[in-house]
């Protein structure tokens, strides 16, 4: 069964030969190795690229063990490099391969070299990191299928489709378990020996009891806005731990480090500025999301949201959380201000969508409850309603779009309906 996963193959297609090493990232499991000897080298083979002229190594192959010491694999990459032809380097697991910056960034002094690699190591690979490459790295940031692409395999209806979907996520390798307690055993196996023994073993992390109690409390209030700060009181109250607001803060950035999670901050849109806290989390895969609470706490309405927001993400968006500052009066004729969100400010160039995600709206006053907001922006962005309950795209009179959720997943220019 082959996954297409033509946005990152179209991807690097389109950064061929741009002199800059091309570091696919990403959370473990989500299909970077596949995307780079499957999906490329077959691209690269139906472009009539002779044989010979495409490299490939991987360094967690217990063949290639002896490459791992750079002292032996440049001598070996050099003299393959026969002439002055293109040559394609496809390099996977890279973090094992010693002093690699140094041999990455002497591959990318060669014209004629087209270099190519992924890896496991968040902290190697993290955007912060790739200014080791000294302006050589490019990176494109890969994620779990989405839910077009979960269905392009998946054999079922899109409501039982989704159903699944936010169940058991997006990594590829759910496909190759049938039963369900096969598919919780295996992302709940992955949680605690893949990822939280990376997170823990990379970042030289004391207490792994603390760093599982967050991804607890996180994975329980996906989407909610926390800072550290109140995390701390959280641990407080509920657990009658001390931990301080600065630990939680490394503890979240290591997360996000990983790939594990990712923020959102909010945006005031008319003030026009970023408000440093609280900020909102999200999950880069639902199922890891539910793994982590054994599925027992599984809210349709929040898997909704954190399954946009990593939509929106894959799109190419920059995404926030927008607040909107309403002056009103109440019941007492006192004048007051209030904050009201937008749950995504979605921004890509000259670009900007305003998107909410409403699970079900039952009634007149909810509609009007999701829409005030998007009416109170004072700009002409788009302004869109996600939802479940929609039957088609329908624009109502003051220019607001409503579509299904299902429309609007399956159709990659779903934002220009």
């Given at each position: 069964m082959e996954i297409r996963r033509d946005v990152y193959l179209n991807t690097l297609i389109s950064k061929k030969h741009?002199?800059?090493?091309?570091?696919?990232?990403?959370?473990r499991r989500c299909g970077k190795s596949y995307l780079l000897f499957?999906?490329?080298?077959?691209?690269?083979?139906?472009?009539?690229?002779?044989?010979?002229?495409?490299?490939?190594?991987?360094?967690?192959?217990?063949e290639n063990k002896k490459y791992?010491?750079?002292?032996?694999?440049?001598?070996?990459?050099?003299?393959?490099?026969?002439?002055?032809?293109?040559?394609?380097?496809?390099?996977?697991e890279v973090q094992l391969l010693g002093d690699v910056e140094s041999v990455l960034n002497s591959l990318a002094r060669k014209r004629n070299v087209d270099v190519y690699v992924?890896?496991?190591?968040?902290?190697?690979?993290?955007?912060?990191?790739?200014?080791?490459?000294?302006?050589?790295g490019d990176e494109v940031r890969m994620h779990p299928l989405t839910f077009a692409e979960y269905m392009s395999v998946y054999p079922g209806d899109r409501t039982s489709g989704w159903r699944d979907y936010v169940i058991y996520g997006g990594l590829p390798l759910i496909f190759a378990f049938a039963a369900p307690e096969q598919k919780a055993s295996f992302l709940k196996t992955l949680f605690e020996e893949t990822y939280i023994s990376d997170v823990v073993g990379r970042n030289n992390i004391r207490n792994k009891a603390e760093l599982e109690e967050l991804l607890n409390i996180l994975s329980s209030e996906i989407g909610s806005l926390t800072n550290?700060?109140?995390?701390?009181?959280?641990?407080?109250?509920?657990?009658?731990?001390?931990?301080?607001?600065?630990?939680?803060?490394?503890?979240?950035?290591?997360?996000?480090?990983?790939?594990?999670?990712?923020?959102?901050?909010?945006?005031?849109?008319?003030?026009r500025k970023y408000i440093d806290t609280p900020l909102k989390y999200y999950f880069a895969d639902l199922g890891l999301r539910n793994a982590r609470l054994n599925f027992?706490?599984?809210?349709?309405?929040?898997?909704?949201?954190?399954?946009?927001?990593?939509?929106?993400?894959?799109?190419?968006?920059?995404?926030?959380?927008?607040?909107?500052?309403?002056?009103?009066?109440?019941?007492?004729?006192?004048?007051?201000?209030?904050?009201?969100?937008?749950?995504?400010?979605?921004?890509?160039?000259p670009k900007r969508y305003y998107i909410q995600s409403a699970f079900a709206l039952p009634d007149a006053e909810?509609?009007?409850?999701?829409?005030?907001?998007?009416?109170?922006?004072?700009?002409?962005?788009?302004?869109i309603v996600v939802t479940k309950d929609a039957l088609a795209p329908l624009y109502d009179d003051n220019g607001i779009?409503?579509?299904?959720?299902?429309?609007?997943?399956?159709?990659?220019?779903?934002?220009?309906?």
């Open positions: 741009n002199g800059l090493i091309k570091v696919i990232t990403g959370v499957n999906l490329f080298r077959d691209h690269l083979t139906k472009s009539k690229v002779p044989k010979d002229r495409v490299i490939e190594m991987a360094f967690d192959s217990f791992r010491d750079p002292e032996v694999f440049f001598p070996f990459l050099t003299d393959r490099l026969k002439d002055q032809d293109e040559y394609y380097v496809l390099l996977d992924t890896g496991s190591n968040a902290k190697f690979l993290s955007k912060d990191v790739i200014t080791e490459f000294r302006g050589r550290p700060r109140k995390l701390s009181a959280a641990f407080k109250s509920v657990k009658n731990k001390t931990i301080t607001p600065n630990a939680i803060k490394r503890y979240l950035d290591c997360l996000c480090d990983s790939f594990l999670i990712d923020r959102a901050q909010r945006f005031d849109i008319k003030g027992r706490q599984i809210e349709e309405t929040h898997a909704m949201e954190n399954v946009i927001f990593n939509e929106l993400k894959v799109r190419g968006f920059n995404v926030d959380v927008g607040v909107v500052v309403m002056n009103e009066v109440d019941a007492a004729g006192k004048k007051i201000r209030k904050q009201t969100e937008i749950d995504f400010v979605c921004n890509k160039g909810k509609a009007a409850q999701e829409r005030r907001p998007l009416l109170r922006t004072g700009d002409g962005f788009k302004k779009l409503t579509m299904n959720i299902f429309d609007f997943l399956l159709d990659s220019n779903s934002l220009d309906f």
